[in-house]
């Protein structure tokens, strides 16, 4: 099981960027599928990306063209590379590591908000 921390939260103007990063200790990582979520405020938590161990990556059909999930295994490292940020977009925004498909670790989550 890996431990996850993400980073690069905060505050930009609608039309802005956010640059996540989740760096996860543990040998394992390489092999793991790993996925962003979102939980906005009263709103269910929502898978938003993620990648395979291979790089093959999916996305919410809310973030196609804005959103990018990308990785470097040698810095055990995922990103999430947000721009063209929208209101709607503020959420906690946490890091999973899948086992098949369960998501069997968490980060801590990291705040983004869009506001003007």
């Known amino acids: 099981q890996v431990q996850l921390v993400e980073s690069g939260g905060g505050l930009v103007q609608p039309g802005g960027s956010l640059r996540l990063s989740c760096a996860a200790s543990g040998s394992t990582f390489s092999a793991n599928t790993m996925g962003w979520y979102r939980r906005a405020p009263g709103k269910q938590r929502e898978l938003v990306a993620g990648?395979?161990?291979?790089?093959?990556?999916n996305y919410a059909d809310s973030v196609v063209g804005r959103f990018t999930n990308d990785r470097d295994n040698a810095k055990n490292t995922v990103y999430l590379q947000m721009n063209h940020l929208k209101p709607e977009d503020t959420a906690v925004y946490y890091c999973?590591?899948?086992?098949?498909?369960?998501?069997?670790?968490w980060g801590q989550g990291t705040q983004g908000t869009v506001s003007s």
């Open positions: 990648i395979s161990s291979g790089g093959r990556t």
């Open positions: 999973a590591a899948f086992y098949g498909l369960v998501v069997n670790s």
